[in-house]
């Protein structure tokens, strides 16, 4: 992985296509955009394994829509994050179909949501997010946590197991935001 964002990166650089000042920066977003597709194309069928596969499908969707904005615990390697989302993703998808009361699953919610409003964004050392930035973040996420919570509300109705499994997404998010920031991970 490393070897293929470094590649990749000197081809970016001999093009023109980005400048010196911002290899670290395409490194890490080639590792990132890479892991996103091999993890997804692996999550949702291990997912599948303890809950419905449209559950997995919504958890990892929920989960990947709001931390692409917030942020949280990296491992320290790909392989360590791959672990780290399968056991996110196993216990995520066995917790769906075994919580089912209502006024737990608000609480986990309203929980979830102020730990993410008050942590997030998480600031990766390889993102290098200025103050600036943070708080051009801010409100996206915000908007993130309502349209999730919207969804969550609507789906409660119709198909509680995906509410759930996007609740249970948010949680995640939260969870591991807590991890970056008691120093677990990445820092």
Same mark, same amino acid.
């Given at each position: 992985m490393e070897h293929f964002s470094e590649k990749l990166t000197e081809y970016f650089l001999r093009k023109g296509l980005i400048e010196v000042?911002? $290899?670290?920066?395409?490194?890490?977003? $080639?590792?990132h955009r890479v892991m996103d597709v091999i993890s997804l194309l692996w999550l949702i069928p291990i997912g599948s !394994?303890?809950?419905?596969?449209? #559950?997995?499908?919504?958890?990892?969707?929920?989960?990947r829509f709001l931390r692409a904005r917030t942020g949280g615990y990296h491992a320290k390697s790909p392989l360590g994050c791959l672990l780290? @989302?399968?056991?996110?993703?196993?216990?995520?998808?066995?917790? #769906?179909?075994r919580i089912e009361n209502t006024l737990l699953l608000?609480?986990?919610?309203?929980?979830? +949501? $102020?730990?993410?409003?008050? %942590? @997030?964004p998480a600031n990766n050392p390889e993102l290098h997010l200025t103050q600036e930035e943070i708080q051009a973040l801010l409100p996206c996420i915000r908007r993130r946590l309502v349209f999730l919570w919207l969804l969550i509300m609507l789906l409660f109705f119709f198909v509680?197991?995906?509410?759930t499994s996007i609740l249970l997404g #948010?949680?995640?998010? @939260?969870? %591991? !935001?807590?991890? +970056?920031? +008691?120093? $677990?991970g990445v820092n």
């Open positions: 000042n911002q $290899i670290p920066w395409c490194e890490y977003m $080639i590792k !394994l303890v809950g419905p596969w449209h #559950v997995s499908f919504t958890f990892v969707l929920s989960y780290a @989302a399968t056991a996110t993703q196993l216990i995520g998808g066995f917790l #769906v179909s608000f609480c986990v919610l309203v929980l979830s +949501s $102020i730990l993410i409003i008050c %942590l @997030a509680p197991q995906m509410a #948010v949680a995640a998010t @939260a969870l %591991l !935001l807590v991890f +970056s920031k +008691s120093g $677990i």
